[in-house]
């Protein structure tokens, strides 16, 4: 008897507990919960953030000052929605001066924080290579249905000169998204 009774308390508490953490059931019907997004300071230091410059550094510039001079911009990741689809967006510029640096051009890539210190490229834009002085690449990259994740911009700049040179640049901010 003292036995039944301790095992029907059991079960009883156990019922009681298991119905709030469970919650109702998901019902097919029930719409997908509203996308939600936060910029976070950047946490890690993976080099220049936000913006840098690099220059010529050819043999031939070593002993005077440098031909040509670029600067790299990147923004911090937003979130948009486009056609009713929600978007990570960023954009990369770079602008150089003095001669000898073009072509020159940005590129884009969006990454995704998988832990442990370790970013991949979730998407790419190609290099966009411009003869003037001032080149920029906008990228928008549909994440719904992507889940949880914390994503950031680079900016690769590339200038062809005396040999190919290149420098890249950090979101200031990640973004934290439910997509």
């Given amino acids: 008897m003292r036995i039944q009774g301790k095992i029907a308390m059991l079960a009883a508490l156990t019922l009681t507990a298991a119905g709030p953490l469970t919650g ?3 019902h097919a019907d029930d719409p997908a919960p509203e996308p939600q997004a936060q910029l976070v300071p950047a946490w890690d230091n993976p080099g220049p953030q936000g913006s840098t410059s690099y220059e010529d550094g050819s043999p031939a510039a070593e002993n005077k000052a440098a031909a040509w001079h670029c600067y790299l911009y990147v923004s911090d990741p937003s979130f ?3 056609s009713g689809r929600w978007h990570v967006e960023g954009t990369g510029r770079q602008s150089c001066t003095g001669s000898g640096y073009a072509p020159q051009g940005p590129r884009l890539t969006l ?4 832990g442990l210190g370790i970013w991949r490229n979730v998407v790419r834009t190609s290099i966009a290579w411009s003869r003037g002085s001032y080149a920029e690449m906008r990228k928008a990259w549909n994440c719904t249905g992507s889940g949880s994740e914390e994503y950031r911009w ?3 700049g590339f ?3 005396s040999g190919r040179k290149r ?3 950090y979101s200031l901010y990640y973004l934290r998204v439910i997509c």
């Fill in 154 to 156: 680079v900016v690769d």
């Fill in 24 to 26: 109702p059931a998901a």
């Fill in 80 to 82: 948009v929605k486009y």
């Fill in 111 to 114: 990454q995704r924080y998988f």
């Fill in 167 to 169: 420098a890249h640049a």
């Fill in 159 to 161: 200038a062809e000169g």
